[in-house]
């Protein structure tokens, strides 16, 4: 089945740090990516998204580009900020049926000023 | 901005006791998804409406939990006898129906505590 695998975590970085977090997915067909952001004690957020391959999703400062070629959408950030401290979550959608997201299990990044 | 609404945020129980919560997805959003997330992990689907249908419910545990979305709307999902490992985040989310990209949106949760 289809299936997204993460980084472990939990990342700790100082502020203004370069930021990648590491996605591969296993899929068949052309799935959508995602990267979604949780706050403490709050639902998730879209932060970007991509749907084919070559695509780079970009917002705020983050990017991910979808490699099809080696099943990755990694997530990256030139400048990390204290206020990016969150749960990062990647997803892939399925192309056919009934198109439900299947997460990863979650990286969360610790951003110290 | 819409948003979708849950209720309530916050719930603590006893096992074996039932408990429901509820869900108003964004206005027009045909779509509604019911997402479990363990401490820890990712969300994962429990169910999925298209309108009041329900098209997805394979992850669901029928035997303890259910859930509608009568009049195509809002939504309840129920737990009835709740276990200790069914302490979790609940999640909602809904999708418009337009649109190529299956872009969900969240609502802020309703965390369980069984006790």
């Known amino acids: 089945g289809n299936s997204v695998t993460q980084m472990e975590g939990p990342v700790t970085l100082s502020e203004e740090a370069f930021l990648t977090i590491n996605c591969t997915y296993t899929?068949?067909?052309?799935?959508?990516l995602f990267w979604y952001v949780q706050y403490p004690g709050e639902g998730l957020q879209l932060l970007l998204k991509a749907t084919k391959a070559d695509d780079k999703g970009s917002n705020k400062g983050f990017e991910a580009t979808y490699r099809k070629e080696t099943t990755s959408f990694h997530l990256e950030k030139g400048s990390v900020q204290v206020s990016d401290s969150a749960v990062y979550f990647c997803a892939l959608s399925e192309q056919w049926g009934a198109q439900k997201l299947v997460f990863g299990q979650g990286t969360r990044l610790t951003i110290n000023p | 901005e819409a948003e979708v609404a849950q209720s309530p945020r916050y719930k603590i129980t006893e096992k074996s006791q039932a408990v429901a919560f509820w869900c108003d997805p964004i206005s027009g959003h045909a779509t509604l998804y019911w997402y479990r997330q363990i401490l820890g992990q990712g969300p994962e689907l429990l169910v999925q409406f298209q309108d009041e249908s329900v098209v997805d419910d394979s992850q669901l545990p029928k035997d303890r939990f259910s859930a509608e979305r009568l009049k195509g709307v809002d939504s309840t999902l129920k737990i009835q006898p709740a276990e200790l490992g069914d302490s979790a985040m609940y999640l909602c989310a809904s999708r418009p129906t337009s649109g190529i990209v299956n872009e969900q949106f969240f609502g802020p949760g309703t965390r369980l505590t069984v006790l």
């Open positions: 899929a068949t067909g052309y799935p959508s």
